[in-house]
């Protein structure tokens, strides 16, 4: 070996910035242009150091010429590093950071679904549009189904709302609806009978008493003293009127409390008695007007020939059998009168419902008793009728002096 050679040494490393002792192993410098290398690649990174961490910059060492003697040499660790921390973000900065993110995604979804929003429109009007029918024109604000409903909604309401208020403003309706109100009250009034009537005759469930119902017309049983009219078939069981006379006031004051005997000379027989037995009642009647009666012949029109009725009369049970019905006129009075062998009994009634224009007369042979054993009928010295009792005057009627 050359004497001016040099000799392997291991030594101490030192970090290459700050100059000081490392713990870590020593390594040999094998030759003095080692040192130089190692120094100039610290120097390299410093300046990276310092360009990533500003003006921060580490103080570098000066260069030491190799030691060329026996003492070890040191070496910089470049994994030691000895810049300042950098300091942490203030709460302001925090803040401002997070809204700055808030504030994009924001922008970002409301961009993105408003686009959204635009895309499904035109797909839905596109696609509900006839293949036959020339592309429309697309305006850039499109509405949705709901949003064009409730905008029609909103239009039609403000209208309705601005017509009632000018309606309310005019007081042209009022005199109007108030002649209407007046016109319907008269009708009413004037027609009322009509319209209950016919509900009486096709709705009402009649008034007989179950245990009135008689299972063998030929029975001859003894019945309560009070005098009655009985028709199973169109449930009729009411009070008859006997001993009034045959004027119109004394008929209509009898008929409020049942049925009245209308009794003219030639037809004033009484049950059980050889003669015509007549008997009055309503079919229909004022509702104003008073009495519990004022319907019940609303259903008189349903009997046939060959139904049967019943009356009591002194104590005494009769059966009828209808043989004949016949509309006449008020003033027919004479078909109540007739040469006959037989009792008979004849119904009145006015027809059509709610009106007094003509009479309907059902006339029934006496079935039992034995119409053979039959009585003469008495003699009648009061005057006769010249109509047959029919309704009370309706209003129109009471105003321009009617009956």
Known sequence: MRPDSPQPVNHTPTDPLTGQSSTQPTVATPTPQAGVQQQAAANVLRQQIDTLYGNNAVAAPQPQQPQLNSQPLTTENPYHRTHTQHPLPEVDQWKAYHSAWQQYYQQYYEQYYTHQQKKASASYFTNTTSVEQPPVQQEPEI????????????????????????????????????????????????????????????????????????????????????????????????????????????????????????AIPGANSHPGQVGNTVLSGHSSNDLFDPGDYKFIFAQLEKLAPGDTIYTHYEGKRYTYVVTKMEVVKPNEVNKLVYATDKPVLTLITCTPLGTALNRLLV??????????????????????????????PTLFERLFGAR
Do not use: W
């Not at 009022?174 to 319209?195: D, S």
């Not at 079935?367 to 109509?387: E, H, I, K, M, R």
């Open 143 to 262: 509405m949705n189904r709901d949003e064009a409903l409730y905008d029609l909604r909103q239009k039609l309401l403000g209208k309705v709302q601005k017509s009632a208020t000018n309606i309310r403003k005019s007081r042209h309706f009022i005199p109007i609806a108030a002649a209407l109100g007046v016109v319907l009250i008269f009708v009413f009034i004037q027609y009322n009978r009509v319209f209950i009537a016919n509900v009486q005759a096709y709705v009402s469930p009649g008034s007989l008493d179950p245990q009135n119902i008689v299972i063998d017309p030929g029975s001859n049983i003894a019945v309560g003293p009070e005098p009655k009219l009985i028709i199973p078939k169109i449930n009729v069981d009411v009070p008859a009127i006997y001993g009034i006379g045959p004027d119109h006031d004394s008929q209509m004051a009898a008929m409020n409390k049942g049925v009245a005997h209308f």
């Open 363 to 392: 006339t029934a042979e006496q079935v039992s008793p034995d119409p053979s054993a039959a009585t003469a009928a008495p003699s009648n010295d009061q005057s006769g009728s010249s109509a047959m009792p029919g309704n009370a």
